[in-house]
T-cell receptor, first 111, second 114 residues
Framework: GQNIDQPTEMTATEGAIVQINCTYQ??????LFWYQQHAGEAPTFLSY????GLEEKGRFSSFLSRSKGYSYLLLKELQMKDSASYLC????????????FGAGTRLFVKA | SQTIHQWPATLVQPVGSPLSLECTVE??????LYWYRQAAGRGLQLLFY??????ISSEVPQNLSASRPQDRQFILSSKKLLLSDSGFYLC?????????????FGPGTRLTVL
């Protein structure tokens, strides 16, 4: 089966750096996504990793280790507007392509 | 550019009543389509996905069903709603042609079953 684990909540300070971890178990791994979701809104895409290593996009970076089934999302220079849920999602090609989402990590950014 | 529409935005229904939520995509052809449900404060639960007209895969046994009568139309239905069906329903699409499969979400429907 498939399983995705990420912390339920995290709190960080404005201007700081925060790392949100995600571990997963899946067959037919075909990529890992991070999405941001503000309360009451739909998720929006942040990053995609399919090969090992770090992908950087502005203040956000995402890392993947396929052998360890591990990813993290790194947010730098935190802003209040970064307060949101961050969803780790894994794409599998077993039984047809589909994307499974983790429960999300709620990040609270305080002044 | 591509857009995805969902309606209605909010819905309050009594237990035992039927349900029909509609999702349409514009600006792309042969997309993969998804229905997710999100309970309050929880992650996304994959309900159904479709790779083409009339092709539906169900992920969770329940009293919901999905149909894809047209290439860019995806419908979520129920004959009799349960209290546990309350939640935020999200439709999403992704390109069926690309290996880079970012999903784009509709605005969602917030369903309350009383």
């Amino acid at each position: 089966g498939q399983n995705i684990d990420q912390p339920t909540e995290m709190t960080a300070t404005e201007g700081a750096i925060v790392q949100i971890n995600c571990t997963y178990q899946t067959s037919g791994f075909n990529g890992l996504f991070w999405y941001q979701q503000h309360a009451g809104e739909a998720p929006t895409f942040l990053s995609y990793n399919v090969l090992d290593g770090l992908e950087e996009k502005g203040r956000f970076s995402s890392f993947l280790s396929r052998s360890k089934g591990y990813s993290y999302l790194l947010l730098k220079e935190l802003q209040m507007k970064d307060s949101a849920s961050y969803l780790c999602a894994v794409r599998s090609n077993t039984g047809g392509f589909k994307t499974i989402f983790g429960a999300g990590t709620r990040l609270f950014v305080k002044a | 550019s591509q857009t995805i529409h969902q309606w209605p935005a909010t819905l309050v229904q009594p237990v035992g009543s039927p349900l029909s939520l509609e999702c349409t995509v514009e600006g792309t052809s042969n997309p993969n389509l998804y229905w997710y449900r999100q309970a309050a404060g929880r992650g996304l639960q994959l309900l159904f996905y479709s790779v083409g007209i009339g092709q539906i895969s169900s992920e969770v046994p329940q009293n919901l069903s999905a149909s894809r009568p047209q290439d860019r139309q995806f419908i979520l239905s129920s004959k009799k709603l349960l209290l546990s069906d309350s939640g935020f329903y999200l439709c999403a699409w992704e390109s069926g042609k690309s290996s880079y499969n970012e999903q784009f979400f509709g605005p969602g429907t917030r369903l309350t079953v009383l």
